[in-house]
């Protein structure tokens, strides 16, 4: 079966500072991938999604970047943090089709 | 461009009533919507997908319509509760990536 790790689920960075997510999927290949953002009490703003290594396309102009290396590896980085970064970050994963979404534990980030 | 609308302010029903959400959207009809539960700092959960030309998809206690006419969805649970408390996002297909509503919350009381 399917599964998606991502990590880490918890983070307090000061402003400034990188970023580095990671997110994994396993028992699936070729995956569509995804990074939302949920800040506090709002709805999921897609930030990036990649149809395949190495492409990588950006709904939202933002210091935030994205990077597929490996077929089920999305990394989100950030050169410097500013406090607007703050939220939830989900990654996801979906296949083919009617593009149903499957969906990682979350990151919290805190920019202080 | 398209929008999809949810209900911001939380549902508050008595455990045993039938819970009813609401999803609006604007402009062309997708081709089909979804459905996610999730609950406090956890990614959504994936529950039910209904195609445009179906008017009504079922799963347990779950039900979901779809009203082209009206640029509707609703999304039902019967016999609710407390254990269904959470925050429901519609979202719809639109060129390669699902966008989302703000979602519900709802909140099942004993």
């Known amino acids: 079966s399917q599964t998606i790790h991502q990590w880490p689920a918890t983070l307090v960075q000061p402003v400034g500072s990188p970023l580095s997510l990671e997110c994994t999927v396993e028992?699936?290949?070729?995956?569509?991938l995804y990074w939302y953002r949920q800040a506090a009490g709002r709805g999921l703003q897609l930030l990036f999604y990649?149809?395949?290594?190495?492409?990588i396309s950006s709904e939202v102009p933002q210091n935030l970047s994205a990077s597929r290396p490996q077929d089920r590896q999305f990394i989100l980085s950030s050169k410097k943090l500013l406090l607007s970064d703050s939220g939830f970050y989900l990654c996801?994963?979906?296949?083919?089709?009617?593009?149903?979404?499957?969906f990682g534990e979350g990151s919290r980030l805190t920019v202080l | 461009s398209q929008k999809i609308e949810q209900n911001s302010e939380a549902l508050n029903i008595q455990e045993g009533k039938t819970a009813t959400l609401t999803c609006n959207y604007t402009?062309?009809?997708?081709?089909?919507l979804q459905w996610y539960r999730q609950d406090p700092g956890r990614g959504p959960v994936f529950l039910l997908l209904?195609?445009?030309?179906?008017k009504e998809k079922r799963k347990e206690r779950l039900k979901v319509t779809f009203d082209t006419t009206l640029k509707q969805s609703l999304f039902h649970i019967t016999a609710s509760q407390p254990a269904d408390s959470a925050t429901y996002l519609c979202?719809?297909?639109?060129?390669?990536?699902?966008?989302f509503g703000g979602g519900t919350r709802l909140m099942v009381k004993p």
């Open positions: 402009n062309y009809s997708p081709a089909y």
């Open positions: 028992g699936t290949s070729n995956p569509n």
């Open positions: 990649s149809v395949g290594i190495g492409q």
């Open positions: 209904i195609r445009e030309n179906e």
């Open positions: 979202a719809f297909l639109g060129s390669n990536m699902l966008t």
């Open positions: 996801a994963w979906s296949g083919e089709d009617t593009g149903e979404l499957f």
